[in-house]
């Protein structure tokens, strides 16, 4: 079994530019880097996380796991999304409240 190949910090960030510009399949097909690698990359990059992750074969998930934890974060998500509108409904209702009391 080959190696993995090592990618630099910095080559990683200057790879995710052109991956956020043309796709990543074309730029990984470009630059010779495997799909799920750039992939990872910009991932990574979008999250903001400052250390750009690589994947290997000892953190890339089965694409059932991923999708189990894709489904559990847009579940989780979805209950904070109504969450902040129950939130936010309450808010205008309280501030229409106080608008129409000191209106009086």
């Known amino acids: 079994m080959s190696e993995a190949k090592k990618y630099d910090r910095s080559y990683k960030e200057q790879s995710v530019k052109p991956a956020l510009e043309i796709g990543v399949k074309q730029a990984g097909e470009e630059l010779k880097i495997p799909y799920g690698t750039m992939y990872g990359w910009v991932q990574a ?5 400052p ?54």
């Open 45 to 49: 990059a979008k999250n903001g996380d």
């Open 51 to 104: 250390d750009i992750d690589e994947r290997t074969p000892e953190n890339v998930m089965s694409p059932a796991d991923e999708i189990r934890q894709l489904r559990s974060e847009v579940k989780r998500l979805n209950k904070e999304n109504k969450r902040l509108q129950e939130e936010r409904d309450f808010l205008n209702e309280a501030a229409a409240f106080f608008a129409a009391s000191r209106g009086k």
